[in-house]
Structure formats: C-alpha cells, structure tokens
C-alpha cells in the first residue's frame, strides 16, 4: 500500500494533510478498469491519471513521531481490498463522483491508526473507495444503467486488488 501525506489540501490550506494508498496495477487492476469501461457512458478520468484510496483527509496535522512510526511499522506490508460494487456520490463540493467501494480492513485499520495520532477525518464514517471519476455532471439514466450492470458483475465475481509501497509526507 501507497500511503502519501501530502501537502496539496484544498480543504484546509497549510495545517492538514492527506493520506492515499495506491493501486498495484497487475492483472486485477487492469481486469478492474476493462470491466468499468465496458458500455460506460463516461471516461474515468481518476483511474487512469491518478488512481487511489484515500485513507484520511485531515484539516488537522498528525502528531509527527506517531505518524512516523506508523509508517515503519506498515512500510513494506500489502493489502488486498475486495471491490463490492459502484457508487455515485454527490460529493462535498456538489459535483458528480463515481467511486468504488472497497471492503479492506486494513485500510479501516490504518484510518483509525492516523486518528490516533491526533488527526481529524473531515468525513465520518470512512468508507474505502477507489474514486474513478470526478466532476461526473449529472447522474443520467445510462449512468445508473451502468452502474447496475458493474454492482451486478461485481456482486458474483469481486475483485480484489492489492495495494502496497506504504509512505508517508507531512504537510509543510
């Protein structure tokens, strides 16, 4: 798992920070994504520029010794997160956002360990999701077509994808 803090935050300026893991992109990545396009009324503009989880987004900055040990406890592990099905999300700036929701203890796990050291999560309860599309427009009637057809494939056959190369940046 890919883990970056990193000092871009659009929610908070300078104080915060942002955790992410990022995909392994092997052959259930790349079944992943061929599965998405099929019949697929729009590009998923995230998944091939910038695939990843967040973890935490955090208008408070951790403690710097806890975060630090954090990542040398996790640096060289790999998780697996089981992809359980599409979800459209009006997200927090109103925007249309196609995400995919992930079951990944681990990564439950993580978030609760960045809490702990005295972050502040700006959505409550975390949801692991791999985002695929953001400012998506409205949610048509072929989207949520789509959709249903992926949440079906997706409900007889998940995927599990793997998520490895923890680190860790503070804001500055």
């Not at 072929?142 to 804001?171: A, C, H």
Request: charged share 20%; aromatic share 10%.
């Amino acid at each position: 798992m890919k883990l970056i803090l990193t000092a871009k935050n659009t929610y908070s300026g300078d104080s915060g920070f942002y955790a992410r893991v990022s995909p392994v992109k092997n052959e259930a990545f790349t079944g992943l994504v061929k599965l998405l396009e099929a019949s697929c009324p729009i590009t998923f503009n995230e998944v091939y520029d910038d695939p990843h989880v967040t973890v935490m987004y955090s208008p408070k900055s951790p403690n710097a010794l806890a975060a630090s040990l954090i990542h040398d406890s996790h640096e060289h592990n790999e998780f697996l997160a089981r992809s359980i099905r599409v979800l459209l999300w009006p997200g927090h700036n109103g925007k249309g956002y196609v995400v995919l929701k992930l079951l990944c203890p681990d990564l439950c796990l993580l978030h609760e360990k960045l809490k702990k050291t005295g972050a502040v999560p700006t959505f409550s309860p975390y949801a692991p999701h791999m985002t695929l599309c953001k400012d998506c427009g409205d949610f048509t009637q072929d989207i949520k077509n789509w959709q249903s057809r992926v949440n079906t494939l997706l409900g007889t056959s998940p995927i599990l994808l793997t998520y490895s190369q923890f680190g860790l940046e503070p804001m500055r």
